[in-house]
């Protein structure tokens, strides 16, 4: 990747700046529209629930209240930024993602396809809705890389029979190919068990867990062990693809990213799962979207998810592949 | 049933899973030695083809390739034990790792299409055979833990295990080789 991150910033800052002023006028009066209309909004509620309860305030109708509050408040949000939204996609970002590479190509409304996410074989859980947006996809330096935003949620039934809505996972999902051929999937999660209970405690339970996915592989460097954990079903593949050099470039991407970071190799690709719990590249109407901190949001976010080839060294194809 | 009885039994069912867990990690070293050496077989066989398309170049190397072609008749000897191919396979390495430094010194061998593809190969190979020695010392340092640690260590003497010897990874290997650099006139 050539663009750098000041490179971008200074393209967000200079060549976007005219289209963000005109969408931060914008911006500012939505903000009024929305308070506005959410201020009607809760005045009528509240008269209605006045009306409907006279004035017996029950722990039910309180709970009631603060339902139907945040609802209508919620509606009232998405509905009147619906369009400044798909702007601020088609103005900022798409440019943004087109300054690093001209062969990539942004979908707003969806995300990265299914089979992608089931391949990766990283989520155990049965996944019963799948949700996203923000799809990013082509190559760079000939390395076919996809990514969007995710949310993936599993459907919960109750003894009452009530169901529910779990997320089991929200963030980046990143899908590339890897350079090395190979057979087995090889799996490396943050460590929690290690550093909830230690070190010897975590590895025996690291050992027995019957919901891992293939054996532990104890790797031999004593910072990535710390950080992360490994499972797969072949022990000298695993070392085959961690090699000292990608356990290395592995820590410094987590030490970049500061959230959850799983990754999965299987097929003949590598998955990265980035566990950040948002939906990323969606402006708020409450922050003007000429602030360092937000703008620094989106472009890291690119530059850190489409430089993952270079990082990673997924570029170098010396190896025999078939 | 008596106490003493539930105890002997405890203590029966110890003493299997003791004896399963030695003989198991024992397994592991021998499987993934024998992956090595399946590696290292394929390394040697590559060692005629090299020094072929090198001797024709490398005048001063002579004394370096010859070393090598004898190397590879040892390793072809048979019943060698596993700390012999271990001492071979560490020479080895380090003659590979010498002729191919040299190869740098010999622009018009460098860019033989014969040369590039055996350097591809065998990086391919060095990078598995890396592989297998990590996950190899990795076993027996499993595999020497339980002779050393209170149980196991009683178990494993009265089995007449004794501790394995490792793999020296040379701190140049873990380095990765800069391929670029390496191929830059591709």
Excluded: C
Aim: hydrophobic share 40%.
């Amino acid at each position: 990747m050539k663009t750098s991150l000041s490179e971008l910033t200074d393209f967000y800052y200079k060549e976007l700046y005219e289209t963000l002023k005109k969408l931060e006028e914008r911006r500012l009066k939505l903000k009024k529209k929305i308070i506005n209309y959410t201020l009607v909004a809760f005045v009528l509620i509240t008269l209605f629930l006045w009306q409907f309860s006279k004035a017996s305030l029950s722990a039910e109708t309180l709970v009631f209240a603060f339902v139907l509050y945040t609802g209508t408040g919620s509606f009232i949000y998405k509905f009147l930024t619906r369009d400044f939204v798909s702007n601020f996609k088609e103005s900022i970002i798409e440019p943004l993602i087109r300054k690093i590479d001209t062969n990539l190509h942004y979908f707003k409304d969806v995300h990265i396809p299914d089979h992608h996410i089931y391949a990766s074989t990283l989520f155990d859980s049965p996944i019963d809705k799948i949700n996203g947006n923000d799809y990013v996809t082509g190559k760079i330096e000939d390395v076919p890389i996809a990514f969007s935003d995710i949310h993936l949620e599993k459907k919960v039934k109750d003894s009452k029979g009530r169901t529910s809505w779990h997320t089991v996972f929200q963030g980046l999902f990143i899908v590339s190919e890897f350079p090395k051929s190979f057979h087995s999937h090889t799996y490396v999660f943050p460590d929690t068990a290690q550093s909830l209970l230690g070190e010897y405690l975590g590895s025996l339970v690291q050992n027995n867990n019957f919901f891992a996915k293939g054996k532990l592989v104890k790797m031999d460097s004593p910072e990535f062990e710390k950080e992360f954990v490994v499972y797969s079903d072949d022990q000298i593949e695993a070392r085959y693809i961690l090699t000292p050099a990608l356990m290395e470039k592995l820590l410094n991407f987590q030490k970049r990213l500061k959230e959850p970071l799983s990754v999965a190799f299987s097929g003949k690709n590598i998955y990265l799962a980035v566990e950040n719990n948002q939906d990323l590249f969606e402006p708020s109407v409450f922050h003007s979207l000429l602030k360092y901190k937000i703008a620094m949001q989106y472009v890291e976010t690119l530059h850190l998810a489409l430089g993952i080839v270079e990082e990673l060294k997924l570029n170098q194809k010396l190896w025999s592949k078939k | 049933m008596s106490t003493p009885l539930i105890l002997l039994i405890v203590f029966g069912i110890v003493l299997v899973l003791m004896y399963n867990s030695l003989v198991s990690k024992k397994n592991q070293v021998e499987n993934i030695f024998s992956t090595i050496d399946t590696q290292l077989k394929k390394r040697y066989n590559l060692i005629p083809n090299l020094v072929a398309s090198v001797s024709k170049y490398m005048e001063h190397e002579k004394s370096t390739l010859e070393e090598l072609t004898k190397l590879r008749s040892d390793a072809n000897k048979p019943n060698l034990s596993q700390k012999e191919k271990i001492a071979l396979d560490k020479k080895v390495s380090q003659a590979l790792g010498s002729i191919m430094i040299s190869v740098e010194n010999y622009p018009e061998l460098k860019a033989n299409e014969n040369m590039m593809h055996l350097q591809r190969t065998l990086f391919e190979l060095e990078e598995q055979i890396a592989a297998a020695r990590r996950a190899y010392n990795q076993a027996v340092t499993d595999y020497n833990n339980a002779l050393e640690m209170i149980p196991t260590n009683i178990m494993a003497s009265l089995m007449g295990y004794t501790p394995k010897e490792w793999f020296e990874i040379d701190e140049n290997e873990r380095k990765n080789l800069d391929v670029k650099k390496l191929f830059d006139n591709i």
